[in-house]
């Protein structure tokens, strides 16, 4: 299972922490992406980090590179999604999944002054 | 950065209709390909991955085929609660990138 949190509503410019918490299996042995979607709109592949075996590499959509980063907390089981400087079309649900077999249930980032 | 469409964008079906979607890559992409159902307010549920493979617990009704740079999802016989919107996926290079999704809706 997978159970995302740390959504709000926050101001441009600002940064954000998301948490993806997984349970019933163990998170370094899998590989986690991030996707979002936004109001009315479709999927959107935000980034990805590889299991703990091969390192725990990161790599991320071109229009985010910059302002996102993936990490994981393998003792605590969660992966974390840090995005800094936030614009209005950040705005969207972002969900974790372990290599599209489980999802989280998402969490809503609004980004609005 | 691979490019998929897909088509129809939009389709309305009635029960026990046979319904086809098409996916296009932009480059090959072997049978790297997955689909998923979405329905509203939810998560994505993974339908098929590599193309052709039933991910466990998915209806036999549903089935994929295709590799290279065209891919087909086909639902035998529409059921009520195959109402949605449905993706596919390329995971064969970064970044993994989604289609527009298909909306299947009711006639």
């Known amino acids: 299972q997978l159970v995302e949190s740390g959504g709000g509503l926050v101001q441009p410019g600002r940064s954000l922490r998301l948490s993806c918490t997984a349970s019933?299996?163990?998170?370094?042995?899998?590989?986690v992406s991030w996707v979002r979607q936004a109001p009315g709109k479709g999927l959107e592949w935000v980034g990805f980090?590889?299991?703990?075996?091969?390192?725990?590499?990161?790599e991320y959509a071109a229009s985010l590179k910059g302002r996102v980063s993936i990490s994981t907390n393998y003792s605590e089981s969660i992966v974390y999604l840090q995005l800094n400087s936030l614009k209005t079309e950040d705005t969207a649900v972002y969900y974790c999944?372990?290599?599209?077999?489980?999802w989280g249930q998402g969490t809503l980032v609004t980004v609005s002054s | 950065d691979i490019q998929l469409t897909q088509s129809p964008s939009f389709l309305s079906a009635s029960v026990g209709d046979r319904v086809t979607i098409t996916c296009r890559a932009s480059?090959?992409?072997?049978?790297?390909l997955a689909w998923y159902q979405q329905k509203l307010g939810r998560a994505p549920k993974l339908l098929i991955y590599?193309?052709?493979t039933l991910q466990s617990g998915v209806p036999s009704r549903f089935s994929g085929s295709g590799s290279g740079t065209e891919f087909t999802l086909t639902i035998s016989s529409l059921q009520p609660e195959d109402f949605a919107t449905y993706y596919c996926?390329?995971?064969?290079?970064?970044?993994?990138?989604f289609g527009p999704g298909t909306k299947v809706d009711f006639k």
């Open positions: 590599s193309a052709s």
């Open positions: 999944t372990r290599g599209g077999f489980n």
């Open positions: 980090i590889t299991n703990k075996a091969d390192g725990g590499t990161t």
């Open positions: 996926q390329q995971v064969i290079n970064y970044p993994f990138t």
């Open positions: 019933g299996f163990t998170l370094g042995d899998y590989a």
């Open positions: 480059q090959g992409i072997s049978s790297y």
